[in-house]
């Protein structure tokens, strides 16, 4: 980065966003999204509001890699040369935790077009096939033990969510019941501003569902409240 000359020149060598999906490539055999990398370009409004115009490079998004420059127009001269102004910052992934709770918006900002645009068919169709793509560990894991399958995909999701508070589970060998006294995402959205979803309830109904069918259990949707995403739902044998 050169302040006195107006530009910020970075290179993302592992993206672990989109290294995750090349990950899932490999294991699952689940394709990402040829675009998924224009997600960024939502912050190019910000760098406007602050008189900032950007360039991205995306050769390497195969690869989880990218490059881009930020540079002011009132100061930038068009050439990144390496001089006594010049600050040098390294971050590696390794040091950062991955958690980010706004992937959440990006689901129900989906869900939400998916519902409204080409209805609840449509979206119950996506979100059968995402269970069946991006939960095919559990599934397999399933035939054998499907409520200690499910079980555990539970626990570590709520975990990664930074709250197991909120969970709990219940199972006597025949019946998996669950009860979620708050759901993390509905209270992101409510923290962060946005309004959520009437199709929202469905990323915990339909995919449950999905899940205890593709495990060979039916399962039972007891209540959900939609003010703050407490729900009670069941799986069994």
Avoid at 14 to 24: I, M, T, V
Avoid at 58 to 71: E, G, P, Q, T, W
Avoid at 108 to 122: D, F, K, Q, R
Wanted: glycine share 6%; charged share 25%.
């Amino acid at each position: 980065m050169n302040e006195k000359e107006g530009w910020i020149h970075s290179t993302c060598h592992y993206c672990p966003s989109k290294g995750r999906l090349l990950e899932y490539e490999k294991t699952i055999g689940l394709k990402p999204y040829y675009d998924y990398c224009g997600h960024c370009d939502y912050y190019r409004s910000h760098l406007a509001a602050a008189g900032l115009l950007w360039i991205r490079n995306h050769l390497d998004v195969d690869k989880a890699s990218c490059r881009s420059i930020i540079y002011d127009p009132k100061k930038f001269k068009g050439m990144i040369a390496m001089s006594g102004d010049v600050e040098v910052l390294e971050i590696s992934s390794k040091e950062q935790e991955y958690f980010h709770p706004d992937f959440h918006s990006s689901l129900n900002m989906g869900m939400e077009y998916l519902g409204s645009v080409h209805g609840e068919e449509a979206l119950v169709a996506y979100l059968n096939r995402f269970t069946d793509n991006v939960y095919k560990p559990v599934i397999e894991e399933g035939q054998k033990d499907p409520l200690g399958a499910i079980a555990k995909k539970i626990k570590e999701t709520y975990e990664l969510e930074k709250c197991p508070d909120t969970l709990t589970l219940e199972t006597d060998g025949t019946t998996l019941s669950v009860k979620i006294a708050y759901c993390p995402a509905v209270k992101h959205l409510h923290k962060t501003g946005r309004q959520v979803s009437r199709w929202f309830s469905y990323s915990t109904s339909v995919v449950m569902a999905r899940l205890a069918l593709r495990c060979g259990l039916t399962f039972t949707m007891e209540s959900y409240d939609e003010a703050t995403g407490a729900a009670a739902y069941r799986f069994t044998k």
